[in-house]
């Protein structure tokens, strides 16, 4: 199964595609993103030399997969998210910054959940309810010919409908 599209991060595109039946995002598009770089395949020889332990595993990371280019179908070095999230750690950018924080605040609630379950039960819960909310507040809005705007605080939205 491959099917292929663009997702939008910052303004700038990074071309994506399924694989296995998960999201595989082009390599070369996220570093470019992170870094600004105008050579990201230079920069990414550059951070695996600097980084041994991702070159090492940069077979288990980077898949060559067919994408769509100017030029016709093109295999390319893309990773899934797991993938990504390795790499990201390997980026000395500000921009990966937000990133790595958000890593390590999710794996320290797994690391909670698994010292304490019941956390992992209560985090579940509270998505839930707050899906089941958006859900509701979407379908309110589809009736009634409204408009949603959101605003995040603290990782749940506040909804105003206008």
């Known amino acids: 199964m491959t099917e292929t599209q663009l997702a ?3 303004g700038k595109e990074i071309r994506k595609t399924i694989y296995n039946n998960e999201w595989w995002f082009v390599i070369a598009d996220i570093v470019s993103v992170l870094t600004e770089s105008v050579n990201p395949s230079g920069y990414i020889k550059d ?8 070159s090492k595993g940069w077979g288990q990371i980077a898949t060559p997969l067919s994408i769509q ?12 998210t797991k993938g990504i999230f390795r790499l990201i750690q390997s980026i000395p950018s500000p921009k990966a910054e937000p990133f790595k924080r958000w890593l390590a ?11 304490d379950p019941e ?3 209560k985090r579940t819960r509270v998505l839930y309810t707050a ?3 958006l859900a509701s507040v ?13 605003k995040s605080a603290k990782g749940l939205f506040r909804m105003k409908i206008t």
């Open 105 to 115: 605040k999710v794996g320290y609630e797994r690391v909670q959940e698994i010292e």
């Open 69 to 80: 280019t100017e030029g016709g179908s093109q295999k390319i070095n893309c990773a899934n």
């Open 131 to 133: 899906k089941s909310l």
């Open 47 to 54: 951070m695996r030399r600097r980084d041994e332990e991702l």
């Open 8 to 10: 939008v991060f910052r």
């Open 138 to 150: 979407v379908m309110w809005q589809v009736r009634h010919g409204k408009t949603l705007k959101r």
């Open 119 to 121: 956390l992992a039960t």
